[in-house]
């Protein structure tokens, strides 16, 4: 029981009690907000964020699973995870952006993507006093941290949490059940023309790693290479998934198949998952990565037959 309902005759002193409780939670709020984003840049925002604009689809996905989503002003174009997403006003597309209509929403928030977004206009937003967080996931657990850190930022750290810990729990549970299974040599096609693969170090990549796979081209410098047919055929993957751009497979996955030598073709392994689900580094990407878990599974089971 508190005191002023112990002693209700205190009416001054309960009112001026709750007084000095609202002005500590005004000035909780109005305290500025600190986080460092994926590039390890400080991000400061006098208070929370209220105007946001997304410069990359994932971006987009991890504001709605900070709770953020209702604060979005602009996102670029494929921003349309979750459904509703795809109401919001468009901005360009991830490579081209429409710098006058991005002022012109006057966002307190721009989250921008080192690896998709243009650096010059990248720092031309930075001229125009805009704040940027930079969403760079280079590890699985990245993904979390970029939802608390958004949460933190628009103070819905409460909903940030409980998302990121649903996606640390499903990431936990992956790991474990294939930290000891077969490894599956695995050719990642990104592309046809030209032929584009991952390396190790890419977050395709880690997926791989994570399913129990080995990526036959994991040690290349270059992130996203280019490789030949030859070192296709030369690398001999047991089994080769392709993304390409939309929900349909796509033709040129079959292509592979005028290759018989291939343990890939000769057992049947040609796989494919939709770029969204692998290709956005957002949450959804254990989706994706339960999907290739599943297909490494199947490529193993063969192995039986």
Not at 128 to 149: H, Q, V
Not at 243 to 257: C, K, Q
Request: proline share 7%; charged share 20%.
């Amino acid at each position: 029981m508190s005191a002023c309902q112990a002693a209700p005759g205190n009416t001054i002193i309960c009112r001026l009690f709750a007084a000095l409780l609202f002005a500590a939670a005004l000035a909780a709020q109005a305290a500025p907000i600190t986080v460092s984003d994926d590039r390890g840049h400080r991000v400061t925002l006098p208070r929370p964020a209220q105007r946001i604009v997304s410069l990359a689809p994932h971006a987009t996905e991890a504001l709605y699973a900070a709770g953020l989503g209702a604060r979005l002003v602009g996102a670029v174009s494929y921003s349309d995870y979750p459904p509703e997403a795809q109401a919001v006003p468009r901005i360009g597309s991830y490579n081209n952006l429409d710098m006058e209509r991005i002022a012109a929403l006057a966002p307190d928030l721009v989250v921008a993507w080192h690896e998709g977004n243009h650096p010059a206009q990248l720092a031309m937003l930075r001229r125009l006093g805009l704040t940027l967080y930079i969403s760079d996931p280079r590890e699985l657990d990245g993904i979390a941290t970029t939802i608390e850190r958004l949460g933190q930022l628009g103070a819905s750290a409460a909903q940030a949490g409980a998302a990121a810990a649903d996606y640390r729990r499903t990431l936990d549970e992956l790991r474990v059940r294939y930290a000891r299974q077969a490894p599956v040599a695995v050719f990642y096609q990104i592309w046809n023309r030209p032929l584009m693969t991952v390396n190790d170090e890419h977050l395709i990549g880690k997926v791989i790693t994570l399913c129990g796979g080995r990526n036959v081209f994991g040690t290349l410098d270059a992130i996203t290479p280019m490789v030949s047919e030859e070192a296709v055929l030369q690398a001999a993957p047991e089994m080769i998934v392709a993304s390409g751009m939309d929900e349909s497979r796509p033709e040129w996955l079959d292509d592979w198949r005028r290759w018989q030598q291939l343990p890939a073709v000769r057992d049947d392994n040609l796989y494919f998952i939709p770029p969204d689900l692998l290709q956005r580094h957002g949450p959804r990407i254990l989706q994706g990565a339960t999907q290739l878990c599943a297909q490494m599974d199947e490529v193993r089971a063969r192995r039986q037959r």
